[in-house]
């Protein structure tokens, strides 16, 4: 856990400060999640949540600034594509605010007619 959140910490701005209690909780509520490591240590990260009918989404798809680059966000997105909830899903979507080309050379698609909208609940 320690790792992970290290890993947040250095290659995302979305991730910062989170700690290890919720990390837990979080993947306890993710129906797929892949790392990568180089030896001992974490290198990428990815998850995703998922009804496993209708609705997909991939969340925290992280990979450490050494790593990029190299093809190994492209393995974990496309791992996370293949697990069962995925697959079973008729759509799956991702928000993301700097990496559309990536995601755009991994098969998925802007979507102008929808807007992303949020509710912040204070902690």
């Avoid at 790792?3 to 209690?21: D, I, K, P, T």
């Avoid at 991939?58 to 909830?85: C, F, H, N, S, Y």
């Amino acid at each position: 856990m320690d790792q992970l959140r290290q890993l947040f910490e250095r290659g995302s701005f979305w991730a910062q400060g989170r700690n290890e209690a919720d990390l837990r909780r979080m993947l306890a509520g993710s129906q797929a999640a892949v790392t990568a490591w180089n030896q001992r240590t974490l290198v990428g990260f990815g998850r995703a949540t998922s009804d496993g009918v209708y609705r997909a989404v991939l969340w925290d798809v992280v990979v450490t600034q050494e790593q990029q680059g190299l093809g190994l966000g492209r393995r974990i997105v496309k791992t996370l594509l293949e697990a069962p909830a995925l697959m079973a899903s008729e759509r799956v979507y991702l928000m993301t605010t700097n990496s559309s080309g990536f995601y755009e050379r991994l098969g998925f698609e802007k979507v102008e007619r929808q807007r992303l909208m949020q509710l912040i609940h204070s902690k």
